[in-house]
């Protein structure tokens, strides 16, 4: 089949055009984080700022930080993450909960392992990071927060598929992208398979958490990938194929997203990212004299890293 084929959008594959694995880095206060969008060779995926795969255990955890102009998007795979913000919002991310929240125009907060009460000691999750446009970087900090038996879950043919965002087979989800994302949990049993429709000109990827799949046409060229790998998409094609070549008996567990780019100049300084270097100066000057939305950064310290005695 001709490449021009290929890219015109019309119930054609999805390419897989890069595929990397997610080493092991250490992030924050003694946690572990296996980073594939944003680490140095592949900085973004616009809108995705970044994806990381992380592995904390008590005492370890990401204490008081900021962020500014983007959202971060925390599902938890096992254990669970206590929350505090310098707003005074506070909450646990139980295991196969999700935490939405849009950090918008500054947020100060830690992010830390909560007392183990279900006797869990490693607490994995999966934090993205997804870019805001221009006009919603400064919009007022907010948080969508959805527990595991409220996430939209749904079953067919062997395939069960947790919608955390966008939808699937008529099954919405109840959170609200300001940035359009589409964000699939997909287990697929041996031998099963998918088509799954994606926007054509969305940029997207798969990320694996749970045995062996294959991805790509089966006809002309596929990647076959296990965990800790991240797969993106080529542009064109309008659907993602993929099916389980697992050993018999071993489930494919895998992560879909995709989302609209934003098509805007992106200037990030750690935890915070912005269209100019300019507005980036001017946020390190907010962050450090507590202004324009960091205001109550200036005498607060969360509870969990006042228990360490951090800070
Ligand atoms: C951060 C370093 C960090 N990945 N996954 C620098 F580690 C962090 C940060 C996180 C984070 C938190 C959770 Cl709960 C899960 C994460 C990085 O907090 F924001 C900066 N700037
Ligand atoms: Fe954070």
Redesign the pocket.
């Known amino acids: 089949m001709p490449i021009s084929e290929l890219s015109s959008g019309n119930n054609t594959k999805k390419l897989v055009v890069k595929k990397l694995f997610a080493r092991q880095q250490h992030e924050g206060f003694g946690a572990v984080v296996r980073r594939s969008i944003g680490r140095f060779e592949f900085r973004y995926l616009d809108p995705f700022l970044v994806l990381d795969e992380f592995s904390v255990s008590a005492p370890a955890g990401?204490p008081d930080?900021p962020?500014r102009g983007f959202e971060?998007v925390t599902y938890m795979l096992e254990g669970e993450i206590l929350h505090e913000d310098c707003e005074g919002h506070k909450g646990v991310i139980r295991e196969g909960g999700l935490q939405w929240m849009t950090a918008g125009k500054g947020i100060v907060?830690s992010?830390m392992p909560c007392s183990n009460s279900n006797g869990v000691t490693h607490n994995k999750g999966l934090q993205l990071w997804i870019n805001l446009s221009s006009k919603h970087k400064l919009v007022e900090p907010s948080y969508q927060e959805i527990e595991s038996k409220d996430i939209a879950e749904t079953e067919k043919d062997g395939v069960r598929v947790r919608v955390i965002a966008g939808e699937w087979n008529g099954v919405k989800s109840k959170i609200c992208t300001r940035t359009p994302t589409m964000y699939l949990d997909f287990t697929l049993s041996p031998g099963s398979r998918i088509s799954q429709p994606i926007p054509v000109h969305w940029n997207a990827f798969v990320y694996v958490l749970q045995g062996h799949g294959h991805f790509g046409d089966s006809k002309i060229q596929h990647s076959a990938a296990s965990a800790h790998h991240l797969l993106v998409l080529g542009l064109g094609g309008d659907c993602l194929e993929a099916w389980n070549g697992s050993d018999p008996g071993m489930p494919l567990r895998f992560i879909l997203v995709a989302g609209e780019p934003i098509g805007e100049p992106m200037v990030q300084f750690g935890?915070f990212v912005m269209n100019t270097q300019e507005e980036i100066d001017r946020t390190i000057d907010d962050f450090e004299n507590f202004r324009n939305g960091f205001e109550n950064a200036r005498h607060w310290k969360s509870q969990a890293a006042s228990a360490l005695g951090l800070f």
């Open positions: 990401f930080h962020h971060t907060h992010e935890p």
